[in-house]
């Protein structure tokens, strides 16, 4: 099984101020046949479900802000708010689906400095 | 607009039952693949379950292996989940997810979920 981890457990970010999220899978998630990371990010507001933010490590789903980026390759990734705004105050997480059982990571959560 | 509304939950004795519901509109349901992935209060993500779209292909995590059942009936645009000898630590808000259309084993949309509490 593929594991997850996270870096920072939580992080506080001034406004306007770039905030920096790791991802670390405990093996690839590269799929050599298509070059694809199969790594996905996930924002939730409290009380709120999920949303998808990017998939395949770096592409951002529909009407996602461009402020938020994804990258890496293999078993690193990082999710990066260029410019950190109030709603973007949540916890983050990442995901693998290059094998089942899929899995999460255990959640970055940003806060305002 | 894609909506998933999930029903269902509530408070179960441990070694009890329950099955969940997601009613899906806005999107051609029998197209997709579908998910449950299950919170517990103050914690992670947790994937339970995925059904592909002709139920196919079906997985479970480990923890539920064996005592919940995952179905979908194409017709009434609707996903089930038979959750049974439930436990203290299936306890959680489960999620009705839709397996995205780029990738099946992404979760583009969500429900708002439905609250199971397993206790006596």
């Known amino acids: 099984d593929i594991v997850m981890t996270q870096s920072p457990d939580s992080l506080a970010v001034s406004l306007g101020e770039r905030a920096t999220i790791n991802c670390k899978s405990s093996?690839?998630?590269?799929?050599?046949?298509?070059?694809?990371?199969?790594l996905a990010w996930y924002q939730q507001k409290p009380g709120q479900p999920p949303k998808l933010l990017i998939y395949?490590?770096?592409t951002r789903e529909s009407g996602v802000p461009d402020r938020f980026s994804g990258s890496g390759s293999g078993t690193d990734f990082t999710l990066t708010i260029s410019s950190l705004q109030a709603e973007d105050v949540a916890v983050y997480y990442c995901?693998?689906?290059?094998?089942?059982?899929?899995?999460f990571g255990p959640g970055t959560k940003v806060d305002i400095k | 607009e894609v909506q998933l509304v999930e029903s269902g939950g509530g408070l179960v004795k441990p070694g009890g039952s329950l099955r969940l519901s997601c009613a899906a509109s806005?999107?051609?349901?029998?197209?997709?693949?579908m998910n449950w992935v299950r919170q517990a209060p103050g914690k992670g993500l947790e994937w339970v379950s995925s059904?592909?779209?002709?139920?196919?292909?079906?997985y479970y995590a480990d923890s539920v292996k064996g005592r919940f059942t995952i179905s979908r009936d194409n017709a009434k645009n609707s996903l089930y989940l038979q959750m049974n000898s439930l436990r203290a630590e299936d306890t959680a808000v489960y999620y009705c997810?839709?397996?995205?259309?780029?990738?099946?084993?992404?979760?583009?949309?969500w429900g708002q979920g439905t609250l199971v509490t397993v206790s006596s």
């Open positions: 997810a839709r397996g995205g259309a780029a990738a099946a084993t992404i979760f583009d949309y």
């Open positions: 806005g999107f051609t349901f029998s197209s997709y693949s």
């Open positions: 059904i592909s779209s002709s139920s196919s292909y079906i």
């Open positions: 093996q690839s998630v590269l799929y050599s046949s298509n070059n694809k990371n199969y």
């Open positions: 395949w490590a770096s």
């Open positions: 995901q693998q689906y290059y094998s089942t059982p899929l899995a």
